[in-house]
């Protein structure tokens, strides 16, 4: 198989602020592997970089072989690389197999499309009333908040009162224990769905500090869970789970991460990274399997090379196409 890629700058809508960063543009690469597609997401978090991604993806190109249904031995036979561009290769061989067989991968999966949850809308970190107004104008029935600066309540409050859309929030690793445990019971009164991230990733001690003071919210675990050894790790310390392919390396470890999930009666959401249709749409074809979905990315870029998962508000469809489904947009570049 020919592993070929391009680098892909996409512009967001609104600045994107977190608690930790700020972009107005992303950097990916697209991987193609034969007609298979895939996207690696160079995540300022996790230190990935374009030009690394693409490093990464020339190391990996010859170890590919020539048969893409060895899907687990070529991804068992990889030297190791960042996870965006396992996730990459891991995604294109999906795509290929379902190329190949003629069949959509939620098919080859044995998955319902009828059953992916609706989609969450992202508010990056503003003013309280910026973020406000953007909840409303949304008109999502699932807004996700971005905290961790000194006004969350005031965010919040300022939210709640604007809308009333399910809640949920994201403090992105930005708080510390006491940060939590006094922030948390006040959130709690603007009817919360969960939060994610509330300490830096690894901190199990401070999770278990934190859940013996039973706060009021469910706790999901994001940027301290990547794989399905992660997911084990946290036993007993999260009610929930953020998967995304970007993190796990791609569909083979999400699907085992959700499992290893289940089998602890953990909730799980499925989420992204900012990435285009392509890594989106291969994400959505898991949503069948998961209680939460957060899959805006696309929604935050401007400039979309792709199209593939179907956007009517917050409803969700899958392609009904050959492999992940996602195809080059009309008239790129
Ligand atoms: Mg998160």
């Not at 990996?60 to 996730?87: K, M, T, V, Y």
């Not at 969350?152 to 709640?160: N, T, W």
């Not at 993190?247 to 470890?253: L, P, S």
Request: proline share 6%.
């Amino acid at each position: 198989m020919h592993l070929t890629w391009e680098g892909v700058t996409l512009n967001l809508r609104t600045t994107f602020r977190l608690a930790r960063s700020t972009s107005d543009q992303r950097r990916n690469v697209i991987a193609h592997l034969d007609e298979g597609l895939g996207e690696a997401a160079a995540v300022p978090h996790y230190h990935d970089t374009q030009a690394g991604l693409m490093d990464d993806l020339a190391r990996l190109a010859s170890h590919l072989g020539d048969d893409p249904f060895q899907i687990e031995d070529i991804l068992n036979g990889l030297p190791p690389c960042s996870q965006a561009a396992r996730a990459a290769v891991d995604v294109a061989l999906h795509d290929l197999w379902g190329k190949r067989l003629g069949q959509p991968l939620y098919r080859l999966l044995g998955l319902n499309p009828g059953r992916v949850p609706q989609t969450s809308f992202t508010i990056a970190m503003d003013e309280p009333a910026v973020m406000a107004e953007r909840a409303r104008q949304s008109g999502y029935p699932i807004i996700k908040v971005k905290l961790g600066s000194a006004d969350d309540e005031a965010i919040v409050s300022a939210i709640r009162q604007a809308t009333s859309a399910r809640l949920r929030v994201d403090a992105n690793a930005g708080w510390t224990r006491e940060q939590a445990a006094d922030l948390i019971p006040r959130l709690a009164e603007y009817d919360l769905e969960f939060i994610e991230q509330p300490l830096p990733a690894g901190d199990l001690e401070g999770l278990r500090w934190l859940q013996a003071r039973k706060l009021g919210v469910p706790i999901f675990g994001d940027e301290g869970v990547k794989t399905a050894r992660d997911v084990a790790r946290h036993a007993g310390l999260l009610e929930g789970v953020v998967i995304k392919l970007m993190k796990a390396g791609g569909i083979r470890e999400a699907l085992r991460a959700i499992a290893v999930a289940r089998s602890l009666d953990m909730r799980v959401m499925l989420s992204c990274m900012i990435e285009t249709s392509v890594g989106v749409t291969a994400a959505a074809h898991l949503a069948p399997l998961c209680d939460y979905v957060d899959l805006d990315g696309p929604l935050l870029i401007a400039n979309d090379p792709f199209v593939g998962l179907r956007y009517e508000g917050a409803t969700l469809t899958l392609p009904d196409l050959p492999g992940i489904g996602a195809t080059v947009r009309n008239g790129y570049p």
